[in-house]
């Protein structure tokens, strides 16, 4: 299932609310060396402690819904990894693998509505369909429409029905402008998805390319071999080696594929279009100390295609400056591309695991840290500040960087998304969003319902302002990077 699963990669959170205060005393949260609980007691008691805003997790913000993961870039990874199952096709979707529904050939439905059945049958968390027979949900969502039918209301009614019955609120079918709106971590630019041949390893088009997507005016389709990228050819490399290539130059207007159709050969060149994405990254040299330390605050609002370039231009920049110590604000950040919060892991540690997949059968996927690239230098203590609408990329960043000893968490406990999503393009334009696998930190924590416990209160560390208030929010004078040091330091911290 997992080997299914990623592909541009896409980690967004569906529904947001602050948490109930935790039961923890404000003290125990600033105790000096207190590192996150990992032991049973500590987890049920977190657990309980979140009950009561489990009920709360509805309230969703507005494009910025739910934790996707492009499955062909996990499909890429997989191919070189210890799954053995093979990568499944994308139906239609420019973020991964999707099965051409082999589990739904036999059926005799509309497309989309076997389409969604097999995907989820083969892909699905949830190995046991919320307690139902799938063959049999199969036949009872679609006892109202006839299999010749046409109309397309009856029958993606019927198919979010089948979808709903999974009882997983962030599991649903999205009509054409929704999926649409996804676009925005399209980390390519130009509506395709890659991924490797199961058989060839070669990179090919994964998925239908979106409707009036560049790829698509171009002619691409699914099952051609791209055999170059800007040149560079594709052999033995990954669709995440291919986004690193493209992420590269990222104002670049243009990406130019070397095709193979059949037996015919072509450069296609394609204009990127990153549907007005905004820049999601501001930063300043906020203070420099009496000790000389210069402190450099970086806001991060979303994971989008444009993340990573513009961090790593901010890091470079602050750098330049002589900055000596960082303040990475999270606070309100629901997420965005999950391969964008691994890349960004790797500006601050090079070759460290930041996640571990897991699927439904419980396969696991190990993600790691590009190596040498890191942005800073290594020594360099760096605090998070965390709220609790900060939830799943942001999760996924916070939780490697603290597991590895290379930040200090500070603020409120954070939301507690820790499951994945996958977009998959459905071949009428549609799409379906399915819950495909959770993540753990390197750690093995699954933050799950339960958020990442901060080392340092916002009593002791965050301004009064909140983050969305020019420079009160953003004062860092509070923050105690001696002791962000030794918590970095200390024997207590997982590595």
Do not use: H
């Not at 950040?333 to 691994?342: D, E, I, M, T, Y």
């Amino acid at each position: 299932v997992a080997a299914a699963v990623l592909s541009s990669v896409i980690a967004l959170c569906d529904a947001f609310t602050q948490p109930a205060s935790l039961s923890r005393s404000a003290s125990t949260l600033t105790s000096p060396l207190v590192p996150m609980p990992r032991r049973s007691s500590e987890r049920a008691e977190l657990l309980s402690a979140n009950a009561a805003r489990t009920n709360q997790l509805d309230i969703c913000f507005s494009d910025l819904c739910d934790e996707f993961i492009r499955p062909t870039l996990l499909a890429a990874a997989l191919a070189a990894s210890m799954f053995s199952s093979q990568p499944a096709f994308a139906v239609d979707s420019p973020n991964e693998d999707v099965a051409q529904p082999a589990a739904a050939s036999s059926k005799n439905g509309p497309p989309a509505y076997d389409e969604a059945w097999g995907l989820v049958k083969k892909y699905a968390l949830d190995q046991k369909y919320n307690g139902q027979d799938w063959d049999e949900a199969y036949a009872k969502y679609l006892k109202d429409v006839s299999s010749t039918s046409t109309d397309e209301g009856q029958i993606m009614k019927a198919t979010s029905n089948l979808v709903g019955s999974l009882g997983d609120k962030y599991s649903r079918v999205l009509d054409r402008d929704s999926y649409a709106r996804i676009q925005k971590f399209d980390l390519i630019g130009v509506g395709v998805t890659l991924m490797p041949d199961p058989t060839t390893k070669e990179i090919i088009v994964g998925a239908p390319p979106v409707q009036d997507s560049a790829a698509f005016k171009a002619g691409i389709k699914v099952g051609d071999a791209v055999l170059a990228v800007n040149g560079v050819d594709t052999i033995g490399r990954t669709a995440f080696d291919i986004i690193d290539q493209i992420s590269e130059a990222p104002d670049a207007g243009v990406v130019t594929f070397t095709i193979r159709s059949g037996a015919e050969y072509r450069d296609v060149t394609m204009k990127r279009e990153l549907l007005e994405v905004k820049d999601p990254v501001s930063y300043r040299l906020s203070e420099t100390r009496a000790d000389g330390t210069k402190v450099g605050y970086i806001r991060v609002s979303e994971f989008n295609s444009r993340v990573k370039p513009a961090l790593e231009a901010a890091l470079r920049d602050l750098e330049g400056q002589q900055v000596s110590a960082y303040v990475i604000d999270l606070r309100g950040n629901p997420g965005g591309a999950f391969q964008s919060a691994v890349e960004i892991a790797g500006l601050f540690m090079s070759d460290k695991l930041a996640t571990d997949v897991v699927d439904g059968n419980g396969v696991a996927l190990k993600f790691r840290t590009s190596a040498n690239k890191v942005a800073i230098d290594p020594s360099d203590p760096i605090a998070i500040w965390v709220d609790g609408r900060s939830a799943s990329a942001s999760e996924v960043l916070s939780g490697a960087l603290r597991d590895n000893c290379r930040a200090v968490i500070m603020g409120d406990q954070t939301f507690g998304k820790g499951l994945v999503q996958a977009v998959y393009g459905l071949k009428n334009g549609y799409g379906l969003v399915l819950t495909v696998a959770k993540y753990l930190t390197p750690a093995g924590t699954d933050i799950n319902k339960v958020g990442i416990v901060p080392d340092v209160s916002k009593e002791d560390a965050l301004p009064s302002s909140p983050g969305f208030v020019p420079f009160f929010g953003s004062d860092t004078s509070r923050v105690d990077f001696n002791d962000v040091k030794t918590r970095m330091s200390s024997p207590m911290c997982s590595t």
